[in-house]
């Protein structure tokens, strides 16, 4: 049996609240072997090395994102911009200064799905090309028609009454 590979999921965000939920999505599905790093510096993660860097989208703008310096000990990141639902809104890969979109503007996916199926593929890192179509495989086979699937993601979400304190 293949252990999981072990990944470091540093989460760009001044929200604590909504850490908190996404955090909660992460050790779900990755309970033992995966860290979760929360910062709303984003020249704090030049140093962390093939790791998976999770957005807030009101935290900072997609442009600086991309302006990341994958130069720094080679570093390959996967970008997941992720909107106020916690849904997956857009997918970067940025390698050695090469900002490349995998999926823009799809905010059906919820994150924790597409984690499940972009992570749980095998446990080696993935080129460019694995991971658009492992989304891309994950939209056509599970989302059609605005149905969402799997895990009951409610669990996650604010309440109403969290959302207006």
């Not at 965000?13 to 939920?21: P, T």
């Not at 790791?51 to 935290?59: E, F, G, K, Q, T």
């Not at 909107?83 to 996916?109: H, M, P, R």
């Not at 669990?155 to 207006?164: A, C, F, G």
Request: charged share 20%; with cysteine.
């Amino acid at each position: 049996m293949s252990t999981l590979r072990k990944y470091l999921f540093c989460l760009i965000s001044n929200d604590l609240q909504k850490a908190s939920i996404i955090k909660n999505i992460i050790t779900d599905l990755y309970p033992k072997n995966s860290q979760f790093y929360v910062t709303s510096d984003l020249s704090s993660v030049n140093n962390m090395k093939n790791n998976i860097l999770l957005v807030d989208y009101r935290a900072i703008p997609t442009q600086e994102i991309t302006e990341i310096d994958t130069s720094v000990n080679n570093n390959a990141w996967l970008v997941i911009n992720i909107d106020k639902t916690c849904l997956l809104s857009s997918v970067f890969w940025i390698e050695n200064g090469f900002c490349g979109a995998l999926y823009e503007n799809q905010t059906i996916v919820y994150l924790s799905n597409a984690l499940k199926c972009i992570l749980e593929k095998n446990e080696y890192w993935y080129t460019r090309k694995e991971l658009t179509d492992a989304v891309k495989s994950h939209r056509q086979k599970h989302i059609s028609r605005n149905k969402i699937i799997e895990k009951n993601v409610s669990q996650y979400q604010l309440t109403k009454k969290e959302k207006n304190v």
